[in-house]
């Protein structure tokens, strides 16, 4: 005779795998959000160090 399935030990590993995913998902994301605040700095640190009258590219 065949085991019998173990339904709930493979709904645990399903909901483990779906919250680690999840999990993952909203580091990503919370990665991006702070990478444009970085990059806005280095723009405007860069923006401030130049004269305004100095513009050679006319």
Do not use: C, F, H, V
Not at 15 to 25: C, G, M, N, P, Q
Not at 26 to 39: L, S
Not at 48 to 57: A, C, F, L, R, V
């Amino acid at each position: 005779m065949a085991r019998k399935p173990n339904y709930n030990y493979e709904k645990r590993q399903k909901e483990l795998a779906r919250a680690a995913k999840k999990e993952e998902k909203r580091r990503r994301k919370q990665e991006q959000a702070e990478q444009p605040d970085e990059e806005t700095e280095n723009l405007t640190a860069s923006d401030e160090t130049e004269e305004p009258g100095d513009e050679t590219s006319l």
